[in-house]
């Protein structure tokens, strides 16, 4: 539609013309986080996870992660097979926390990776059934 000719009966129909496909395109790429939960799982954080680097990545979650509330417990676990190995698993008190932390997570750089984040299990991560997507 070009804006010259088009000649609105209301100011801000050209605009709503425009712009509401835009908005329901971006309500349908919200990304698919799962099921809410106490617990949340980091992709993409490292490739390989060694003694050292276990160390300082779980120092740099623990310290952001208690931002968002009570970190009741939290692990690496690596993942051979997959793409993204490296999954960092953190259980918090409520899951009004761990949404505030996948939310401030999903998307952030990590030493110039993008993260991505997604609820988890509580009842598999209590039992130690990490993994399985």
Known sequence: MDPEE??????????EAILAPKIEKDIEKK???????????LFNMADEVDESLEEDLMEDVMEESQRFGIVQDSTIFEEPDKAQ???????????????KCLNAMN????????????YYSEEKFDQNSLGNF
Do not use: C, M, W
């Open 85 to 99: 190995k490296v999954q960092v698993y953190i259980k918090f008190l409520t899951t009004d926390a761990a949404e």
């Open 107 to 118: 998307g952030r750089f990590y030493s110039g990776r993008q993260i991505s984040a997604k």
């Open 6 to 15: 088009y000649q609105p009966e209301h100011p801000n129909s050209y605009a």
């Open 31 to 41: 990304p698919d986080f799962g099921e809410k939960s106490k617990v949340i799982v």
